[in-house]
């Protein structure tokens, strides 16, 4: 971290973005906290209604309307920029758009002086994470997205329904783009320390890899539907970004299905970011965990990982 007062900067005060600053206002994550936006007006609004709640909250959190100069000694850039994803519109057909945006912003943050960690939400944020590091040129391990971090959460509240056992003792994942071609590797998932698929095995009559196939699927199309009926989602992906944020400031070596450049896990060029599991502390991107995937689960990940790798060669910068 840049000193000891923890400083985050947030770039985008749309729903995503003032869904982070509600949480980490709550959560007292950070000791100041800038808001930067185009639409100056709309932060500088933000930037007020924050501070009037903070007499009923335990935070002494500083939290103001700023610039790109206040950049310069900030410890963590969130990105929440960009333009919505429409009703029906992929996280992919976004990418073009939020290029514009992100070239734009990034070269700015970095001219102010910033040497922290860029922390990404904005989608398709496998993509964008990777814009944010060409545009950048910092090292990969400052350079990090959300990834499947929610993909995972709502996957593990399902298995906690479907299982009936604490979410938090369900542990699986949801790897690859944040979007339609994510996959679940059945294989890793276990109840505590009970693989999913042998309890399939001595209990056929109360679960099946159907219904765990239909979990899967229902948290694949979670957005479309969240999008469907509200127009866009924010709680989810702001809360998530919070505890990312949470995890770097505690130095906590936690681990999160962001996104990630990968290093040569899994055979595969190392200039792609996508949701792996890797363990987050205070520089960033500590250590990339490569799954012990099955065959097919690893051509479903290569296959994802080449969508990532086509479409971001589509970007005209």
């Known amino acids: 971290m840049a000193n000891n007062n923890r400083k985050v900067v947030l770039i985008g005060t749309g729903m995503v973005g003032m869904s982070f600053a509600y949480a ?47 950049c310069s000694n900030a410890d963590i850039a969130v990105i929440c920029a960009g333009v919505n994803q429409q009703p029906g519109e992929s996280r992919l057909e976004l990418l073009q758009r939020n290029t514009k945006v ?27 994470t990777r814009v944010t590091y060409e545009l950048s040129g910092f090292n990969a391990a400052k350079v990090i997205g959300t990834g499947t971090t929610l993909d995972t959460a709502r996957l593990r509240y399902l298995l906690g329904k479907y299982f009936e056992v604490d979410p938090r003792h369900m542990h699986a994942y949801v790897i690859g783009e944040h979007g339609d071609s994510e ?5 890793q998932a276990v109840m505590a320390v009970k693989p999913v698929t042998d309890l399939i095995k001595q209990h056929p ?23 469907k009926a509200k127009g866009s989602t924010y709680y989810g992906i702001g809360m998530a970004v919070c505890r ?38 205070s520089g960033g991107a500590n250590r990339i965990l490569e799954l012990n995937l099955t065959e097919d689960e690893l051509e479903k990940f290569k296959d ?14």
């Open 244 to 281: 990312i944020v949470r995890a770097i400031f505690n130095n906590e070596n936690s681990v999160f299905t962001v996104s990630v450049r990968l290093r040569g896990e899994y055979g595969l060029r190392n200039d792609v970011f996508i949701g792996n599991p890797c363990i987050l502390n």
């Open 205 to 227: 009559d109360l679960y099946s890899m159907d219904d765990l196939d239909r979990i899967s699927e229902n948290v694949r199309t979670a957005a479309y539907e969240i999008i």
């Open 102 to 128: 992100f070239s734009s912003i990034v070269p700015r943050v970095v001219s102010s002086g910033f040497d922290g960690i860029f922390l990404v939400a904005t989608n398709p944020v496998d993509i964008m």
């Open 24 to 70: 980490a206002l709550n959560q007292s994550v950070c000791d100041e906290l800038v808001l930067i936006d185009l639409n100056e007006v709309r932060a500088k609004g933000e930037a007020m209604d924050l501070n009037h709640g903070l007499a009923f909250s335990n935070s002494s959190m500083k939290i103001y309307f700023g610039s790109y100069n206040d």
């Open 304 to 317: 994802s990982y080449k969508i990532l790798d086509e479409n971001f060669h589509s970007i005209e910068f």
């Open 183 to 187: 996959i679940v590797p059945w294989s």
